[in-house]
């Protein structure tokens, strides 16, 4: 199984950017599904989740201004980020928990997409 994030770059303060995170590789089913971030120097932490039916759930400091949705039979999950402030910079990880195809039920990551906010 591998995550493959995609979207990440260099904008200005107030833009926007959308990160995508394909899953691939003997998957028989994706339940939740999410994005965290981990700027430099800091710990890894939660931006947004998405169950299966759609459910999601925010981080204050980008609530209003991310959109976390997925594509279920394409197995990628989005982040839409608008509104974007410095702070947001960070490298942005998906992670995702998945059956496989020999029953395997884990949990993965990916490699991650910088994002740089520049003020």
């Known amino acids: 199984v591998q995550l493959v994030e995609s979207g990440g770059g260099l904008v200005q303060a107030g833009g926007s950017l959308r990160l995508s995170c394909a899953a691939s590789?003997?998957?028989?089913?994706?339940?939740?599904m999410a994005w965290y971030r981990q700027a430099p120097g800091n710990q890894r932490e939660l931006v947004a989740t998405?169950?299966?039916?759609?459910?999601?759930n925010y981080a204050d400091s980008v609530r209003g201004r991310f959109t976390i949705s997925r594509d279920n039979a394409k197995n990628v999950v989005y982040l839409q980020a608008n509104s974007l402030k410095p702070e947001d910079t960070a490298v942005y990880y998906c992670?995702?928990?998945?059956?496989?195809?020999?029953?395997?039920?884990?949990?993965?990551w990916g490699k991650g997409t910088s994002v740089t906010v520049s003020s």
């Open positions: 998405i169950t299966t039916g759609g459910r999601t």
């Open positions: 992670n995702a928990d998945i059956l496989t195809v020999t029953l395997s039920y884990r949990n993965y």
């Open positions: 590789g003997g998957i028989s089913m994706i339940n939740a």
